[in-house]
């Protein structure tokens, strides 16, 4: 007789306790799959102290193969269930999509980043739900201390040590606390110019802060945030978030670079794919955590609407206390169900009481129903955490030892970017990649906390365009996610570039405000003056630059009437990159400007040397404010113009090419060299006079063409 088929999807608390509970009751008596998009199982009450500096990061986190020996882990995402068929299908972080099928299936998907209709917060606020939201926070952090303590102007210092936490549930009440400690570390040891001093402000519409647990928690909590400087704010939240701050509801405006959003969760929208009665977007089951109607359907953790018969007719809040229950209540259940285990059993809960971590020696619990603060909260905090934590438990005391005695390592690694962690993101677990899973850009251009600029998304900032190429597949050189086109607008590797590289392409001197970057990108949002932009060398055929060529009085270009013929026009060799030509290097060309972001230009349709002409390339000759041309005013007299050598072909000049008793041009008939090419080089119409200070160049083909409480309780 085959052995059963169990497929977990997720590995948080209630996924990774429902695999490890079934590994031990069914005693290799069943296949158990377990899906996630990561091998580790995120300890998440403890990531604050990530982001502050306190643990590294893989502290943690707990590996799934080593503690979960029995269980054959998939690494993917789930893409659609077809629950007629007992099937799933997944994509992995390659792109390379598969198919589980099943017997039993446990839902335990998790939760992300709950939004809430408030203009500006999706573009410009992070959340606080993975690993890489906290290494970009502590990075962000990090970076607006150093750059406030470098500036000279006094309002620009205190808007980038103004940090905004909205949310007073138990995650933003723990950033809150640990960020405060940690930002005032690192003033100690690098004071700022002006005497500041970092402030928190931490923001939510309840009356109290922890408004979820006991009057005493929240009254000791805070107390304990007043007293470290944090300035809270009950009754008050976000109306608008801005590139220079935030409105307030109460219409007060924050100047800031930080906003991080600690407003709650909601379910993974996995579960409304289903077609399934759902409570408040979770997946309603019996006291079994069964789906009623799908007896192979378990759901458990955040994604569950699990009836709480304590208190009959609400259902059991979204923590992490009861999604780890939760998982081993659901692990029984399928066991029993496929005869490989006892009796079923409804899920019962007896709350044991919270913790709060609020940084140092300070915290507050009420282990049992018993109000703690103080030293002793803060021994009782730390004991039920590494209790709880199935791994790493040595490493984490050795951090807060070492933490204790030693001051804290303040540096940026620049790991994880901006546009990688955009708030609306289904996988809060996974930073974005170039050409990764989540090809739509959900991240905004423009300039703000948090928000990608105009070198991060493909379609240059419109937060519409997708990126090309199917996932899994090798990108095509020139396409996003390829080793051509780095610093490509969409390929996902544009880099930030440093605030004084900010300034150029812009009129002035001072560097515009950018929100929460890892680093200015050059290009339209920054950098030094460009030649031919307001405050930068003059471009050639710009005013005060040389002639070009091809412009009345000008030495004529390349496939102009008289001219050595252009190559890729009529007559003229192929162009590099044209058919039957070398590659073109494409525009644009030459020294990289500002309006590119790129470091140095990419090679392909985007990147390589502009033209002369082009942005980012040399600009021509004779353009308002160049170098006089020749034959214009100021200029050296031209030729075949009043008071100047007679042109070739002209009354009194030597005969041109390809006129009656001159040489044939290249490229005419009779003339060598007219190989491949489609025909004569194009002549003006007889009597049409040449082209004019205000004739335009003809047209230059352009490649270029924008309710619930915060999971992590414990």
Request: proline share 11%; with cysteine; aromatic share 4%.
């Amino acid at each position: 007789m085959s052995r059963p088929r169990i497929v977990i999807v997720g590995a948080g608390f209630a996924g990774y306790r429902a695999a490890r509970t079934l590994a031990r009751t069914t005693r290799g008596r069943a296949h158990i799959t377990l899906l996630n998009p990561t091998d580790y199982f995120l300890y998440l009450p403890l990531l604050p102290q990530v982001a502050a500096g306190v643990l590294e990061p893989r502290r943690v986190t707990v590996s799934l193969s080593d503690t979960l020996p029995d269980v054959r882990l998939v690494l993917g995402e789930a893409d659609r269930i077809d629950l007629d068929g007992r099937t799933l299908h997944y994509t992995g972080p390659e792109g390379d999509g598969g198919t589980l099928a099943y017997d039993r299936l446990v839902l335990a998907a998790g939760s992300v980043n709950k939004l809430l209709p408030i203009p500006g917060v999706a573009e410009y606020a992070h959340g606080f739900r993975g690993l890489p939201e906290a290494l970009y926070l502590r990075d962000h952090v990090t970076r607006q201390v150093e750059l406030a303590a470098a500036a000279d102007d006094p309002k620009t210092c205190a808007a980038r040590c103004t940090f905004v936490v909205v949310g007073a549930g138990y995650t933003g009440t723990e950033v809150a606390a640990h960020g405060q400690m940690f930002t005032d570390a690192q003033v100690r040891r690098h004071p700022l110019r002006q005497g500041m001093r970092p402030r928190w402000m931490l923001l939510d519409v309840a009356p109290r802060v922890l408004p979820e647990m006991d009057d005493k928690l929240s009254t000791t909590a805070d107390r304990v945030l007043r007293q470290r400087g944090v300035d809270v704010r009950m009754g008050t939240s976000v109306q608008e978030a801005t590139p220079e701050g935030v409105v307030l509801t109460d219409g007060e405006f924050v100047e800031t670079r930080t906003l991080v959003w600690c407003v709650g969760v909601r379910p993974d929208p996995l579960v409304e794919s289903l077609g399934l009665p759902l409570e408040k977007g979770r997946l309603l089951v019996d006291p079994h955590l069964q789906v009623p109607g799908r007896p192979e359907l378990f759901a458990c953790g955040d994604v569950a609407a699990v009836p709480d018969l304590e208190k009959p007719g609400s259902y059991t809040t979204m923590t992490a206390q009861h999604a780890w229950r939760h998982g081993k209540v659901a692990a029984e259940n399928v066991a029993a169900s496929l005869g490989l285990g006892g009796a079923r059993k409804p899920y019962r809960h007896r709350d044991l009481g919270f913790v709060v971590d609020l940084g140092g020696a300070k915290a507050a619990a009420n282990p049992l129903g018993v109000p703690l603060s103080g030293v002793p909260a803060g021994a009782v905090t730390r004991g039920y955490h590494l209790a709880a934590m199935p791994g790493n438990r040595v490493r984490v005391a050795a951090d807060w030892l070492l933490d204790a005695v030693l001051p804290r390592q303040a540096v940026q690694l620049g790991l994880v970017r901006s546009w990688s962690v955009p708030l609306d993101t289904s996988s809060p677990e996974l930073a974005r990649v170039p050409g990764g899973r989540e090809q739509r850009q959900e991240a905004s251009a423009r300039s703000g906390p948090g928000a990608a600029v105009a070198a991060d998304t493909y379609d240059g900032g419109t937060g519409a365009g997708s990126l090309r190429g199917r996932a899994g597949d090798e990108p095509a050189k020139g396409q996003p996610g390829s080793a051509a086109t780095q610093h490509q607008p969409g390929s996902g590797t544009a880099q930030r570039r440093s605030e004084e590289e900010l300034a150029k392409g812009r009129p002035g001197t001072e560097p515009p405000r950018n929100w929460p970057t890892d680093e200015p990108a050059k290009g339209p949002l920054g950098g030094g003056s460009a030649k031919g932009r307001p405050g930068g060398e003059p471009a050639k055929g710009q005013p005060g630059g040389e002639s070009a060529r091809n412009q009345p009085g000008g030495e004529p270009g390349k496939g102009q009437p008289g001219g050595e013929s252009a190559r890729n026009q009529p007559a003229g060799e192929p162009a590099g990159g044209q058919a039957a030509g070398e590659p073109a290097k494409g525009p644009p060309r030459g020294e990289p400007s500002g309006n590119w972001p790129a470091d140095e230009p990419a090679k392909g349709p985007r990147g390589a040397a502009s033209a002369k002409g082009q942005p980012g390339g040399e600009p021509a000759r004779n353009q308002p404010g160049g170098e006089p041309a020749k034959g214009q005013s100021g200029g050296e007299s031209a030729k075949n113009q009043p008071g100047g050598e007679p042109a070739k072909g002209q009354p009194g000049g030597e005969p041109a090419k390809n006129q009656p008793g001159g040489e044939p041009a290249k490229n005419q008939p009779g003339r060598e060299g007219a190989a491949n090419e489609p025909g004569p080089a194009p002549q003006p119409p007889a009597g049409q006079p040449p082209p004019g200070p205000d004739t335009a160049p003809g047209p230059v083909k352009r490649s270029d063409v924008p309710d619930d409480s915060a999971k992590g309780d414990s």
